[in-house]
């Protein structure tokens, strides 16, 4: 019996002696933790690896022109290009802009717009039902040329049109085409067909005045290295002079006269409201311009 106590007792101190070397021992001399050097400044060399993931992202702006002349296009169909405005607020086909073509072949963009509605812009001018773009980038150049073909129809009823090239919604130039067929120039101010406010640009008239059924070319250019922004008509290749001058106050950072100058990324087309009406439009396109 006193064997089988013995022989119990040993079993539990060996066990107990094996439990024991298992502990951990307690360093009397711990070292200090030492803290990341990337814990307050992850983004540093070296605190992570970069993903490739991000390189197809340019740091430079890719620029890219415009050459519309909608002979690709499907007829009865909205341009691919473009962007026609248009909310809830507007009636169905309030607005509409889609292929045509002419008896020769030619395909042209038809214009209308019902007057009736229009954006809710935050200047207290008159704003345009119909707003009718496409965009364009020469930020590198930061001067180009830009054309576009207007036609006055006569067989349907026509409408007031401005066109030319703005800054997002800040009109660079433009010209206007009222309901008498006269030619003004529009220079700085939002892209509204016309402004009454302080920041709502400056119109300037021309001496011309046009007929309807006949395709009328318009030239645009902008130079910002010169501060310089200019209009032309052109008829039967002739081409003539509406407006030269400076870029508007709009046209700068801030709208102050220190600001950087702004240059063109929209070619645009607009109606304004209360008037309705069609216009038809052709041959779009944003050149470089040389020295």
Known sequence: MKKRYIFVLLILLFMLIGCTEGEPVEDSNPTEMTMSECRDTPL????????????????????????E??????????????????????KA??????????????????????????????????????????????????????????????????????????????????????????????VGGPFFYYS???????EYQTAFTLTKDLWYDFRFEWDASLNEVKAFIIIDNVESLLYSGEFHISNKVNAEESGAILVPNVFKVTMPRYMSGWAYLDNVKVERKGE
């Open 196 to 202: 009454g406010s302080g920041d709502g640009g400056t």
């Open 69 to 90: 002349n909608f002979d690709t296009e499907r007829i009865n169909q909205a341009p691919r290009n473009w962007l026609l405005y248009k909310n809830e607020e507007y």
């Open 93 to 186: 086909d309030g607005v509409k802009a889609m292929i045509a073509e002419a008896d020769g072949g030619n395909l042209f963009v038809k214009m209308y717009s019902d007057g009736l509605r229009a954006p809710a812009f935050p200047q207290s001018a008159p704003t345009p039902t119909f707003i009718f773009t496409t965009k364009f980038n020469l930020d590198i150049d930061r001067k180009g040329i830009a054309y576009g073909s207007i036609w006055i129809p006569s067989e349907v009823p026509s409408n007031s049109i401005s066109l030319g090239v703005s800054t997002g919604a800040v009109n660079t130039i433009s010209v206007v085409i009222g309901s008498d067929l006269k030619v003004n120039v529009k």
């Open 44 to 67: 540093a060399v070296g605190c992570y690896i970069p993903s490739t993931d991000l390189d197809h992202i340019s740091t430079v702006p890719v620029e890219y022109l415009i050459d």
